[in-house]
């Protein structure tokens, strides 16, 4: 039987605070449907490179995505050149830019990779080898031959979703992603994790690959996605969740029937969550809901006080004012919001960016449950942005990738500076004071909920109480 080793690095200052759930639903995928088991996950910043030749591969398989992927090519290439096995990358960098394909992969995986990996595998443990002519009948890959990248035909979307089994979590060691932690940015230490229950988007913001690559979403049905609620809370002592959806809440109608299967296995309240919305989707009655199914914080993309540049970033369905009552409401029903802003936008002003700081003081007046986050607006391959950057020549074709970040304190070199109208020294003092005052209420936050709970956490685990203290000044 040969050996799968499915990596998933990451790289310093990006952080691995969760599980990579890619990986752990492929390996479910291959064990449930060609009966293989010879797989080993290995998740780690450090030490990556002896840790997977410790685990003598066949194959080993890359997540790769664009933050990072510089720390992959050199893996993969040390991989290549001193284990000698073979070498297959996936995840949205190669999906989005197969082209770029390393000399050091035999196999790029484009889109989604469970049944491509099924096949790749089962041709492997067929002919104990990858020949081009049997790689060119599997759909949804790219490969070299003869010097040449060859490209197969794309592979249609798994349907329904529910055929791809729940993740295989016990390839990690969860008890690292189970130390409690601000999994819910609502101040509560607690066991949480993350889960999918839908793939794709209806929604084309202009700086998001997802609706292009994966289509309208494809929905895990409510029963399945209780079954993994109940999985995380009973096997796991989960108190806490994350959905990581895209768009959790694509169907009122699945949210209403999840809260019965919920109440059925008597869940209800012995689990907290945290899901994305987008506020045109916003109503007293979803909200309702959700705080009845125990949603304790929304995540939204508010990304613009400007109209100008909210309508540029994210189409013509949203306003600045529809963003500012969704907050409004989410937290009319106890529920905190944690509110992504970008600046940096080809078409932004320093008035924009002005209007969306006042924007960031009003939600954070709104209430202390109330986050904000900032990133500066990056062209990530396969976006719209991303082709409107390289058409205007803000990229160059040999692109250092260490330079990409979505932060404003790592964004320090040009090579991804998409602005039309402000100087870049200019652009980095106000981001500076943009994120300055994202964070300016988090310490505040974080003391007005103090209670004698972190205490008694501070006394039962010292770690935790330090990890707690390191939160608190890092946060002011």
Same mark, same amino acid.
């Given at each position: 039987?040969?050996?799968?080793?499915?990596?998933?690095?990451?790289?310093?200052?990006?952080?691995?605070?969760?599980?990579?759930?890619?990986?752990?639903?492929?390996?479910?995928?291959?064990?449930?449907?060609?009966?293989?088991?010879?797989?080993?996950?290995?998740?780690?910043?450090?030490?990556?490179?002896?840790?997977?030749?410790?685990?003598?591969?066949?194959?080993?398989?890359?997540?790769?995505?664009?933050?990072?992927?510089?720390?992959?090519?050199?893996?993969?290439?040390?991989?290549?050149?001193?284990?000698?096995?073979?070498?297959?990358?996936?995840?949205?960098?190669?999906?989005?830019?197969?082209?770029?394909?390393?000399?050091?992969?035999?196999?790029?995986?484009?889109?989604?990779?469970?049944?491509?990996?099924?096949?790749?595998?089962?041709?492997?443990?067929?002919?104990?080898?990858?020949?081009?002519?049997?790689?060119?009948?599997?759909?949804?890959?790219?490969?070299?031959?003869?010097?040449?990248?060859?490209?197969?035909?794309?592979?249609?979307?798994?349907?329904?979703?529910?055929?791809?089994?729940?993740?295989?979590? #016990? *390839? +990690?060691?969860?008890?690292? %992603? @189970?130390?409690?932690?601000?999994?819910? !940015?609502? $101040?509560?230490?607690?066991?949480?994790?993350?889960?999918?229950?839908?793939?794709?988007?209806?929604?084309?913001?202009?700086?998001?690959?997802?609706?292009?690559?994966?289509?309208?979403?494809?929905?895990?049905?409510?029963?399945?996605?209780?079954?993994?609620?109940?999985?995380?809370?009973?096997?796991?002592?989960?108190?806490?969740?994350?959905?990581?959806?895209?768009?959790?809440?694509?169907?009122?109608?699945?949210?209403?029937?999840?809260?019965?299967?919920?109440?059925?296995? #008597? *869940? +209800?309240?012995?689990?907290? %969550? @945290?899901?994305?919305?987008?506020?045109? !989707?916003? $109503?007293?009655?979803?909200?309702?809901?959700?705080?009845?199914?125990?949603?304790?914080?929304?995540?939204?993309?508010?990304?613009?006080?400007?109209?100008?540049?909210?309508?540029?970033?994210?189409?013509?369905?949203?306003?600045?004012?529809?963003?500012?009552?969704?907050?409004?409401?989410?937290?009319?029903?106890?529920?905190?919001?944690?509110?992504?802003?970008?600046?940096?936008?080809?078409?932004?002003?320093?008035?924009?960016?002005?209007?969306?700081?006042?924007?960031?003081?009003?939600? +954070?007046?709104?209430?202390?449950?109330?986050?904000?986050?900032?990133?500066?607006?990056?062209?990530?391959?396969?976006?719209?942005?991303?082709?409107?950057?390289?058409?205007?020549?803000?990229?160059?074709?040999?692109?250092?990738?260490?330079?990409?970040?979505?932060?404003?304190?790592?964004?320090?070199?040009?090579?991804?500076?998409?602005?039309?109208?402000?100087?870049?020294?200019?652009?980095?003092?106000?981001?500076?004071?943009?994120?300055?005052?994202?964070?300016?209420?988090?310490?505040?936050?974080?003391?007005?909920?103090?209670?004698?709970?972190?205490?008694?956490?501070?006394?039962?685990?010292?770690?935790?109480?330090?990890?707690?203290?390191?939160?608190?000044?890092?946060?002011?």
């Amino acid at each position: 039987m040969a050996k799968l080793v499915l990596v998933n690095h990451w790289s310093k200052g990006i952080g691995n605070n969760k599980p990579p759930l890619g990986l752990c639903y492929l390996a479910a995928y291959l064990k449930k449907y060609l009966k293989y088991e010879d797989i080993s996950i290995v998740n780690t910043g450090d030490r990556t490179f002896e840790k997977i030749r410790n685990e003598n591969p066949d194959i080993v398989g890359f997540t790769a995505y664009t933050a990072g992927y510089y720390d992959v090519l050199d893996l993969m290439q040390k991989v290549k050149e001193e284990i000698g096995c073979h070498v297959i990358a996936g995840g949205p960098h190669i999906t989005c830019l197969p082209d770029q394909l390393s000399e050091y992969t035999d196999i790029g995986i484009i889109g989604e990779g469970e049944q491509t990996l099924l096949e790749l595998i089962r041709l492997y443990l067929d002919r104990s080898r990858f020949e081009p002519g049997e790689l060119e009948k599997i759909d949804g890959i790219v490969f070299r031959t003869n010097g040449q990248l060859r490209y197969t035909p794309p592979r249609e979307l798994i349907k329904p979703l529910d055929r791809i089994p729940i993740p295989d979590r #016990d *390839l +990690l060691d969860m008890e690292y %992603f @189970l130390r409690p932690s601000q999994i819910l !940015m609502s $101040n509560q230490y607690i066991r949480g994790t993350t889960m999918l229950t839908s793939r794709g988007c209806p929604y084309h913001c202009i700086y998001c690959h997802v609706a292009a690559k994966w289509g309208k979403p494809r929905l895990h049905s409510a029963e399945r996605v209780v079954e993994e609620i109940d999985l995380l809370v009973r096997k796991y002592g989960v108190q806490g969740i994350t959905m990581s959806d895209d768009l959790f809440v694509s169907s009122s109608t699945r949210i209403k029937r999840i809260i019965e299967g919920m109440r059925e296995k #008597d *869940l +209800l309240g012995k689990v907290k %969550f @945290l899901v994305d919305l987008r506020a045109n !989707m916003v $109503n007293d009655k979803l909200m309702k809901m959700l705080a009845e199914m125990g949603v304790v914080k929304v995540a939204f993309g508010l990304e613009s006080g400007s109209q100008p540049i909210l309508q540029y970033l994210k189409g013509k369905d949203l306003t600045v004012e529809m963003n500012r009552k969704a907050v409004a409401m989410a937290n009319k029903y106890g529920i905190g919001s944690y509110c992504c802003f970008m600046i940096g936008a080809p078409p932004e002003t320093k008035d924009d960016i002005r209007k969306t700081q006042e924007l960031i003081k009003e939600i +954070l007046d709104m209430s202390p449950t109330n986050f904000c986050q900032l990133t500066v607006t990056t062209p990530l391959p396969g976006t719209k942005l991303w082709d409107y950057a390289l058409k205007k020549g803000y990229i160059e074709k040999d692109i250092d990738w260490r330079q990409f970040s979505l932060s404003p304190l790592m964004s320090n070199r040009k090579d991804f500076y998409v602005n039309e109208h402000i100087e870049f020294e200019e652009f980095l003092k106000l981001a500076k004071e943009t994120m300055d005052l994202a964070n300016s209420r988090r310490l505040k936050s974080i003391l007005s909920n103090f209670s004698t709970y972190y205490i008694r956490k501070a006394i039962s685990d010292p770690k935790l109480g330090l990890k707690i203290l390191m939160d608190y000044l890092r946060h002011h």
